[in-house]
């Protein structure tokens, strides 16, 4: 889908996303108690261990064939991530939220829910079937739930801060990309990207065979 948005959608869903962040962040500030795992069956519970353990494979995974299928997506995607990392570390030291479980005190936000959410808002951006990356992140940030690692705002800040990071990413290289592009005189006219190599031949042939070559 490259860098065409539709403004209207596209400014309500950052204005929500950062309406949801500041209060999930201002509930993360106040004083908090460790509280009791939550009382679910313990098969539920490996599996949300597995899932936050083992996501980036799903998101290496997926990210070489998105790579692979369009090269414009790579730095989107390495930067995306870069820049949710460095907010994640940055917030986690800042707010300093006790975890549930009492061990550390560096819950808010989710890095994984975060990190899970950015990935999934530059595929969709990208990609018109990226959208299917949402409900992998929703899983991946009810994981951390269940396995007692954050509480439910951890999860929704960081959903919500890798939206904005992800929206943020994509409208500054969607900026840049043509003032970095190099500028190459075209020797003819500009075909469709979407042609195979066939095609493109059979167009060429015929506008050389109308020039008299």
Not at 20 to 45: N, R
Not at 95 to 114: K, L
Request: aromatic share 12%; glycine share 8%; hydrophobic share 45%.
């Amino acid at each position: 889908m490259g860098c065409s948005t539709k403004p209207n959608l596209k400014v309500i869903s950052l204005l929500v996303a950062a309406l949801t962040f500041a209060v999930t962040m201002l509930i993360a500030l106040f004083p908090k108690s460790p509280t009791e795992p939550p009382d679910l069956p313990e098969t539920l519970k490996r599996i949300a261990g597995e899932i936050g353990g083992k996501y980036w494979w799903a998101l290496t995974i997926g990210g070489v064939v998105a790579i692979w299928l369009d090269r414009r997506v790579l730095w989107r995607l390495v930067l995306t991530l870069l820049v949710s990392q460095i907010a994640i570390e940055t917030l986690k030291f800042t707010v300093g939220e006790v975890r549930p479980d009492g061990r550390f005190f560096n819950s808010f936000p989710s890095g994984h829910t975060t990190s899970a959410f950015a990935y999934a808002t530059i595929m969709s951006m990208h990609f018109r079937w990226g959208w299917i990356w949402f409900p992998f992140a929703i899983i991946v940030g009810l994981s951390r739930i269940v396995s007692h690692a954050h509480w439910w705002h951890d999860v929704v800040g960081g959903a919500a801060l890798g939206y904005i990071i992800a929206f943020g990413m994509h409208k500054l290289l969607c900026y840049l990309q043509p003032k970095i592009s190099p500028s190459t005189p075209s020797s003819g006219p500009e075909q469709p990207e979407h042609l195979g190599s066939f095609e493109r031949l059979t167009i060429q042939e015929t506008q050389n065979a109308g020039q008299g070559e």
